[in-house]
């Protein structure tokens, strides 16, 4: 099946900083990614849509300006988490589809801690 | 928006019991996605439902997806440990790009 990979797995940051984590495709080509945040026992939360070559789309509720979101290539999406804070804190995981309306392949998942 | 509700929250079972999860939607689905995440990982596909109705299996495993689009639900026969994790059904919106994600269901097998 198809392969997603996150990096890092996981983050500790000082509040305050900016930490940029990595989703790439490594055996297709996604013009789309997904960007997710799951707190503990809870749903993934879409926090935006990811698109190569153009903006990517933000969630209602989800800050730009906080979460930068930049897909340099086909098979890479990064987000920033920019001056990040205490209730950043959470899993982030990316998945992207093969084809539109197809499966998610998601990522390990990046758990971030921010003290 | 759209909302998928799944129910259970949570359900305990003992080894070799049945077990299903069920997926409400108060508008009609394109289509109808379930994962797996087991505990500490990442949501695993499982199957994809398209048509009105559909009833697909994968061994112990029968995914349903009901008349009108709104539901779905996922029957595990005779549980095993390896089936523990979190069950999420989730569906395409937005041009059929975009993943909204149930709830999900905890599922916590006893041996």
């Known amino acids: 099946g198809a392969v997603v990979s996150q990096h890092p797995s996981w983050v500790i940051c000082k509040s305050g900083t900016s930490v940029k984590i990595e989703c790439r495709s490594l055996d297709f080509q996604a013009t789309t990614m997904f960007w997710y945040r799951q707190f503990p026992k809870q749903s993934l939360m879409l926090m935006a849509t990811?698109?190569?070559?153009?903006?990517?789309?933000?969630e209602q509720g989800v800050e730009k300006d906080k979460f930068l979101i930049n897909h340099a290539s086909l098979t890479l999406s990064t987000l920033t988490v920019t001056s990040a804070h205490p209730e950043d804190s959470s899993f982030y995981i990316c998945s992207a589809p093969r084809w539109s309306g197809g499966e998610q392949y998601f990522g390990p998942g990046t758990r971030l801690t921010v003290t | 928006g759209q909302q998928v509700m799944q129910i259970p929250q949570y359900q305990h079972v003992q080894e070799g019991e049945d077990f299903t999860t069920y997926c409400n939607s108060s508008?009609?689905?394109?289509?109808i996605q379930w994962y797996k995440q087991r505990p500490g990982g990442h949501p695993v596909f499982l199957i994809q439902?398209?048509?009105?109705?559909e009833v697909k299996k994968q061994k112990r495993l029968t995914f349903q997806f009901g008349e009108a689009k709104k539901n779905s639900s996922l029957h595990i026969t005779a549980t095993q440990t390896t089936d523990v994790g979190t069950y999420f059904c989730a569906s395409n919106s937005g041009g059929y790009q975009k993943v909204t994600f149930g709830t999900g269901t905890k599922l916590q097998v006893i041996p």
């Open positions: 990811s698109n190569e070559g153009s903006k990517a789309t933000y």
């Open positions: 508008t009609t689905l394109s289509n």
């Open positions: 439902l398209v048509k009105s109705g």
